[in-house]
């Protein structure tokens, strides 16, 4: 809250603050004063922000080399990935490798390489979503003193879970009593591999659902299907009532599953194409009124501007 803190006093302060020194009839010494202060407190507060919280981001963490790579991008795949025993937060002068970001697939790095991510950085998160995601809406890592919930993980589609390489004894131990096994290794991590995650997309009694061109986009996810007889099928996504459920173009009711963690269709026997649709009304409204705002500004420049144009020629005449 308080890096939106600062945003918001930045832009007050730059939209008053500068009308407020123009029109007081101040003298110029005053003026500058204020205008020093005001640039003094930011940068004050800034270095209490730096200095006093704990998560210092500027080259100590996130200190991954650039370009980013990630080896195991076409393998973690068919499902959710997770990040357990990661601190990212550890004091690391040298940013030794157990405390680097990128290989944990953390925060949102996962969606660079196009994978699906348990959790993610989002601090705007609606509350359902964050107790459905578990309250991990920052670094999105399971911590080492944390429980593991691997029932409520495996019916959220969580197949891969990534562990420090430093820490495989201690995790094969609690995932080998559930038959996760371990996959891959490499310098950084070991990634282990449930076979009994859900699908993400599954019918009404957890079976896989085949399809055909299934293709997820920033606000859309598309498949195909052909269907023997009608079914139900259920979508491993967080519910939200600004989804909209369309097959073959006609708008169908979404229901939302098992405390909104899930939500379900029903499609007719078939082939059939559906199409699953984000749209935020209020942001539609919003975007509207901010764009008519900008042009009702705009006018009312164009109008004073014109007006000052032709007062000026009649004191010349």
């Given amino acids: 809250m308080a890096i939106y ?20 009839l101040w003298k110029e010494v005053t003026k500058r004063i204020l205008v ?34 990630e080896k195991l991008k076409d393998k973690l795949t068919e499902g959710r990935i997770i990040s357990i025993g990661f601190d990212t937060w550890a004091s690391s002068p040298q940013n030794n490798h157990s405390y680097l970001t990128a290989p944990t697939l953390g925060f949102n790095y996962a969606t660079l390489w196009g994978l699906d991510y348990f959790a993610g950085y989002e601090p705007l998160l609606p ?5 459905a995601c578990l309250g991990l809406y920052f670094i999105a890592i399971i911590r080492p003193d944390e429980p593991i919930p691997v029932d409520y993980l495996r019916k ?7 562990v420090p390489k430093e820490k495989e004894g201690e995790y094969s ?16 991590r070991v ?29 859309t996810i598309e498949l195909g299907i052909d269907n023997q007889q009608s079914k139900t099928i259920i979508f491993n996504n ?20 098992d405390k909104n963690i899930h939500f379900s269709i029903t499609v007719p026997e078939g082939k ?17 009124f901010a764009f008519t705002f900008l042009i009702a500004i705009l006018v009312v420049c164009i109008i004073r501007n014109k007006i000052r144009k032709s007062s000026t020629l009649v004191a010349m005449m």
């Fill in 5 to 24: 803190l600062d945003f918001y006093l930045i832009a007050i302060a730059a939209m008053i603050f500068s009308q407020i020194i123009t029109r007081f």
């Fill in 36 to 69: 020093f202060l005001i640039i003094g407190i930011q940068i004050l507060n800034f270095m209490l922000l730096y200095t006093v919280f704990p998560y210092k981001d500027f080259g100590e963490h996130h200190g991954d080399n650039l370009p980013l790579e």
């Fill in 127 to 131: 509350l359902a979503n964050y107790k």
């Fill in 156 to 162: 959220a589609a969580v197949k891969w879970y990534i």
């Fill in 173 to 188: 131990k609690k995932f080998n009593t559930y038959g996760i096994i371990k996959k891959y290794t490499d310098e950084n």
């Fill in 191 to 219: 990634v282990f591999y449930d076979a009994k995650a859900y699908p993400m997309i599954f019918g009404s009694n957890g079976e896989k659902i085949q399809t055909e061109e299934y293709r997820v986009t920033t606000n």
């Fill in 238 to 257: 967080l519910y939200n009532s600004f989804f909209e459920g369309y097959i073959d173009g006609k708008k169908v009711k979404l229901t939302p599953n």
């Fill in 272 to 288: 059939h194409h559906i199409t699953i649709r984000y749209r935020d009304p209020y942001f539609i409204i919003g975007t509207f």
